[in-house]
């Protein structure tokens, strides 16, 4: 039985910091971990170098600060074939300060999804207040090999609506179906069993009480959307492994 975490930041899961990260992961494990800035990216390459079966490697530009200055070297780890998928990067119109910034942050997820195209990788999608401007660029992400749409905020008429479009689309969901959020329960319960992944969003996205989310917390995730699609925990783990493998080219 295989946890498959669909989203994650390595670096920042501070319970890595004094252990191998074999012993962090639960049971057996594959997880698809982002950064963003140089550093952050050649601290998660070496952190996680031995496990190459594991670990998916994502870079891109985050939408709270779309740094267009790394391009030039997002575009070095395509060439030298170093990553796997781009992101997260996509919009985030959540503050009035991400408003403000809205042209920058379209003009960095423009130059990511052109990339994404051009070298027909994944592209992890981080999108809060902006489905509007996923509709305006449906063209362009229909070019992508596969999107995926990382803590989908939004319902399943709106997921059906993109998969409606022709995206090769998958709707990763986390912590908030511990917690009731009605959007994210609606889209693990209805959402087409092979569109849906599941993630912990680690460190970030706590629930009430907690200082951080574990890595391994992905295993009440699971146990959750078990329950909510009211399916065996292993036939789910079955079921997303292969979603997983299919969302980010893994080949056995």
């Not at 781009?86 to 919009?91: A, L, Q, Y």
């Not at 942050?105 to 052109?114: D, M, N, T, V």
């Not at 997921?159 to 511990?178: R, T, V």
């Amino acid at each position: 039985m295989t946890y498959c975490d669909a989203h994650l930041h390595l670096v920042q899961c501070t319970e890595l910091a004094s252990k191998p990260i074999s012993e962090a992961f639960p049971l057996k494990y594959r997880c698809c971990t982002c950064s963003h800035d140089e550093k952050e990216f050649n601290f998660q390459f070496e952190l996680t170098k031995d496990y190459p079966q594991n670990v998916v490697q994502s870079f891109g530009l985050h939408p709270q600060n779309p740094d267009l200055s790394l391009l030039p070297f997002l575009e070095s780890l395509l060439s030298e074939d170093k990553i796997s998928a781009i992101g997260e990067t996509g919009m985030d119109l959540f503050t009035q300060e991400y408003r403000e910034n809205r042209q920058n942050q379209i003009e960095a997820w423009h130059s990511c999804l052109e990339l994404a195209v051009e070298y027909k990788k994944t592209v992890v999608i981080h999108n809060r207040k902006a489905l509007d401007q996923m509709f305006s660029d449906i063209k362009l992400l229909k070019r992508a090999k596969c999107v995926v749409f990382h803590s989908f905020a939004f319902g399943p008429r709106e997921a059906h609506s993109l998969l409606d479009k022709g995206l090769n689309a998958y709707f990763s969901f986390g912590k908030p179906i511990l917690n009731g959020n009605k959007k994210s329960i609606a889209c693990v319960r209805e959402l087409p069993a092979d569109r849906i992944l599941l993630e912990t969003d680690a460190p970030f996205q706590t629930l009430k009480g907690e200082e951080f989310t574990s890595v391994s917390d992905i295993q009440k995730v699971y146990e959750t959307a078990s329950k909510l699609r009211e399916c065996e925990i292993n036939a789910l783990c079955t079921l997303l492994e292969g979603n997983f493998m299919n969302a980010f080219n893994i080949k056995n």
